[in-house]
Structure formats: C-alpha cells, structure tokens
C-alpha cells in the first residue's frame, strides 16, 4: 500500500543574482507501508532536500506530495494537521534534534501526546517506547548530554514513534554517528519498519548499510532520479553508470573502494547544471544526444527504473566503450 507518494517534485532556493536553484529536479518517488525505500547520492545532490519537503519542512516549487493521498502542507506557526502527525521526520543529527534543556522523558512524551493513541497513562508508553528502541525506562529523568550519539538518536526515533507514524522519513540518520552506532541504529529503524509495518524513506550515503536494510534503493544525481531498484538487482547489474561508480566506490576487506579512474570529477554546482542528462560530464560512455537531451526515466517490465540513453544492460553503439 502506498503512503507517501511524490510526483514530480522541484525544490528550489533563491540562488545568486535572483536566479532560483533547483536542487530537486523533478522527482517521482513512493514510499509504501512494511518497507524501507532508500535514497542515495553524493552530498549535494538534493537528498535532503527532497526529503525535507516529503514531511511539509520545505515547500516544493512544483509537482505534488501526499500522504495517505491528503495533500502535505507546508509547516507553518499553526498546528500541524491531526492526519500529519502520522507523517514524522529522524533528523541527522540527534543532539541538536533533543532540546538540552528538557528530560528525555518529556521530549519523548511530546510524541506521545501528538499520536493518535493518547489515551492511558503517558509515562507508561513513554517507558513502552523507549524499552522498544532498546533504552531503559529508568532515562526518562536524565538530560540529552548525558548520553552518546547512538543513544542520542535512539532518543530520537523513540520520540518520533511515540507518535505513532505510519511513515517515517529518516535524514541520514546514521552519518553523525561513529561506526559502532551506526549498524545498531540502522537495524534498528528496519526492524521497526517491519514490526509496525510502517514506510520508511531511508536518507543515506552509506551505500554499505543500505544495501543490508533496504528494500529498495533510488539513486540520485543532481537533482534527478538515475536509478531505483532492488539492493540486489543494483549490486549486480546496475543500469546507470552512476549507479556502478557508487557500487564500486564501497570500501572492501582487500582495500579496494574507489571511484574508478572512468568516473572522475565532482558533482557540477546545481545553479549552473549541465545540459542534457546531467551526468554526462562524468559518463564514460556518454554521446552526443546525452549533451543534448536528458534521458527521460524508464520502467522496464522487472520493475527497475533508470534514467540514461544507454542503459548498461543494453547494446551500447560501437563506439560508447565499455564500462
């Protein structure tokens, strides 16, 4: 079942001289109940961004977002609609997320009084929650500071389903964290998408993670969707170049891990992108019609998604070279 449904999305800000930045693009992603949707990219391709507008934090420039099928609407002082509280957001950092100056078991407690479930005895769910993230009742008395990182953020996603959400959009979650938490605190968000059968749309780097808790994996660039697929099906044979650059750039036991010497250069600035297919200054198999065109996405009959001229499953022309 769907929850959280986006249709081609644009996020914009006010860039140099007045002329807008589209740091999303035009993005059609569904979130559905019972699994965890990954976003994946480089820094500075929209990810967050795009999740931002997802839970009403930014107002899109164009395209729809709705939860539930009820349109989301921007944040503004006024509170939030009774319907969107089922909708919440896991920050990336979980320190400035916690107000340092209230017990956790209040903060924790405000989750509880905006779900839908507020009947009984608040104290009761809030020592509920917190045992469900694995955090003993008992630190309901105690302060955010008092606590690591990956607590921290167990605090957090404690608070966010004491809501009781049917859809959580996590904001890289895990990249504030040292490399102990960050598994734990993964896993953690899984297993809950699959004990409440909530969605989750996992906001990540960490191509490593992902591939271990995901469902699903959408690769982004720039600002446009390249790929989207089964973990599997993306390790194996991904169809967008991109896509196999970030595959083989995940660090391996033998020390290998990089970004392939076919894949060089950065991410181009998203107030002056490239013509065409966004990537194409990157591509080691991009033509003339990738300058000049942007590949529209395509849905093949196994259900994967990409965006490129010449899908890396496909018979590239003679002269594209090999990737």
Known sequence: ????????????????????????????????????????GESGCGKSSLGKAAVGLLAPSAGSIRFEGEPVLPLDRGARPARLRALQMVFQDPYSSLNPRRR?????????????????????????VLERVGLPAGIATRYPHEFSGGQRQRIAIARALAAKPRCIVADEPISALDASAQASVARLLADLVKDTGMGMLFISHDLSIVRRIADDIAVMYLGKLAEQGEPDDLWRAPRHPYTRGLVHAIPRADGAGRLPDDLPGDVANPASPPSGCRFHPRCPIAQDICTRTDPPVVTDPQGRRAACHFPLDAAAPADAGQV
């Open 1 to 40: 079942m769907s929850l959280l449904e986006m249709r081609n999305v644009e996020v914009s800000y006010p860039g140099a001289r007045g002329l807008p930045v589209r740091a999303v693009a035009g993005i059609d992603l569904t979130i559905q109940a019972g699994r965890v949707t990954a976003l994946v």
């Open 104 to 128: 956790i078991g209040e903060q924790v407690a405000d989750g509880v009084r905006a779900g839908t479930d507020r009947g009984g005895d608040v104290d009761r769910k809030v020592a509920e």
